[in-house]
């Protein structure tokens, strides 16, 4: 199937929109194909600011309506952090998202899982089964490199934009999640991201960050050593390098 006659089938969806590479291709993708679509971009504090920023962006440019719900994502499930954390995850933020599009007159709910999405270890796609969450980019055969390539000559300012899991993915399995945490997750990732570094992790761990970077950044990385210490060191008690380099 093509992702037209998909769009043929489903004139009418909304889109569980998160400002990344595969969602603003299948926003892109439906209102090409002259579907009636709205996008949902869902705030909570597993998302930093510049995923917002982006999705605004996005919507602007491609001129698509959008609405941003705040959600407490922070409930008792989530936040114990079990190993199967990205269930419970989904289902609170894709039921908030359904009861929405629902009211606006959506009965089509998609999400942007491609077909280099390997389901076999994503309790997420588990919850996406059960709300009947349709995933056209997986459904037509769409791989990640074939999104990028696509949304390259689309003129999608996110074709190059690195994947971005959310900040809970920094705190190990078990270890309760907080805002306070969350919060200093995003303060340290900000500040490397103002040096210029990409694509990178500050992954908690005990009350040390331990530092995942591109192997082709390490040496930028012990360039800006000292001063990266320094700063993190004011809400770390250690600063470790992952030597075991971020890989997409």
């Not at 602007?60 to 609405?67: H, L, N, V």
């Not at 954390?85 to 709910?109: E, N, P, W």
């Not at 997986?138 to 074709?159: D, M, Q, V």
């Not at 040496?219 to 390098?241: A, F, G, S």
Request: hydrophobic content about 35%; glycine content about 4%; proline content about 4%.
């Amino acid at each position: 199937m093509k992702l037209t006659e998909f769009f043929k089938e489903h004139p009418k969806v909304a889109v569980a929109f998160s400002g990344g590479v595969d969602s603003s291709y299948l926003l892109y993708a439906a209102k090409k194909s002259g579907a009636q679509v709205h996008a949902y971009y869902v705030k909570s504090a597993f998302q930093p600011q510049f995923e917002l920023d982006d999705a605004k962006r996005l919507a602007k440019d491609i001129s698509i309506d959008m609405t941003i719900l705040p959600v407490d994502i922070l409930q008792k499930d989530v936040i114990s952090n079990p190993s199967n954390r990205c269930y419970y995850c989904k289902r609170h933020i894709f039921q908030t998202i359904m009861q929405q599009a629902h009211q606006d007159g959506y009965t089509v709910l998609l999400d942007g899982t491609n077909a280099s999405d390997d389901s076999s270890d994503r309790p997420g796609m588990v919850a996406l089964k059960e709300l009947s969450v349709l995933s056209p980019l997986r459904l037509c055969g769409l791989t990640k490199a074939e999104i990028r390539r696509r949304s390259k000559e689309a003129g999608l300012f996110t074709w190059n934009k690195p994947a971005y899991a959310c900040l809970a993915t920094r705190i190990p399995t078990g270890h309760p999640i907080t805002s306070d945490i969350l919060e200093r997750t995003e303060w340290a990732e900000n500040y490397l991201f103002s040096l210029g570094f990409t694509d990178f992790r500050v992954r908690l761990l005990e009350n040390s960050a331990r530092l995942q970077f591109p192997k082709e950044q390490l040496e930028q990385v012990l360039q800006h050593r000292k001063q990266i210490v320094q700063t993190l060191k004011t809400r770390y008690d250690h600063i470790l390098l992952d030597l075991e380099v971020r890989h997409e």
